[in-house]
């Protein structure tokens, strides 16, 4: 078991530049979250995928941030024209189907952060 | 809206001491999960100890055990004999569906 990874670890860049982040989750891990933590706060969840469907995607911050699971697998998050206020680690998280192993809990890669100068 | 609320932004306890971090959440749902999750520094978030809503049992884990206090929508996390080790950002989360929310998280310091 590998855990969730996150690629890459931390991303320096330019207000205007496009930033892309990939997810990898656990091994049929077939749910998939995206959250958004700023310091000094929690994380704050962005988007859900089961599967390759995005359910959930009305918390996206704004137009500008786009995620996609084409596969089912991997997942990537897409912050276009960036600005500074977009400075955060962007943490992933994944959660087998419900059985009754699944204890509830997510588990979570170690995030990415970005800083936009 | 649920919200969840830790009080407590720093705690502070000396080592092998008993040290309790507060959590309460707002909610007109009736089953629900809450975890402690705790982030060491640069490291990510794991599982701490988690509790069902339908149980009225606290749950327990090692040194770790939680006061949940349904009515009053309380989760409290209890850590006894504190190690050098845990030391970190713990969060309380609230979970139904989907929808995993977080407190702002109390930092633990653990004194030598």
């Known amino acids: 078991d590998t855990g969730v990874s996150q690629d890459p670890r931390h991303k320096i860049t330019k207000r205007g530049q496009n930033v892309t982040f990939r997810c990898d989750p656990i091994s049929e891990h077939n749910r998939l979250y995206w959250y958004r933590q700023t310091l000094g706060q929690g994380p704050e969840f962005l988007t859900y995928?089961?599967?390759?469907?995005?359910?959930?995607k009305s918390r996206l911050l704004s137009d500008r941030f786009s995620a996609e699971r084409p596969k089912g697998s991997f997942s990537t998050l897409e912050i276009q024209r960036t600005e500074q206020g977009d400075s955060a680690m962007y943490l992933c998280a994944s959660r087998p189907p419900t059985r009754d192993t699944w204890v509830g809990e997510l588990f979570f890669g170690e995030g990415s952060r970005l800083t936009v100068l | 809206a649920q919200t969840v609320t830790q009080s407590q932004p720093e705690m502070s306890v000396q080592e092998a001491e008993t040290v309790t971090l507060s959590c309460t959440y707002d909610t007109s749902e009736s089953d629900y999960y809450l975890f402690w999750y705790k982030q060491p520094p640069s490291r990510q978030m794991i599982l701490v100890i988690r509790q069902e809503a339908y149980k009225q049992q606290n749950a327990t884990e090692n040194r770790f055990s939680v006061n949940f206090q349904k009515a009053a929508k309380s989760f409290s996390l209890k850590i006894s004999d504190s190690q050098l080790g845990d030391a970190a950002m713990y969060f309380c989360a609230y979970r139904r569906g989907y929808d995993m929310r977080f407190g702002a998280g109390t930092r633990l310091t653990v004194k030598p």
């Open positions: 995928f089961q599967n390759e469907a995005q359910l959930e």
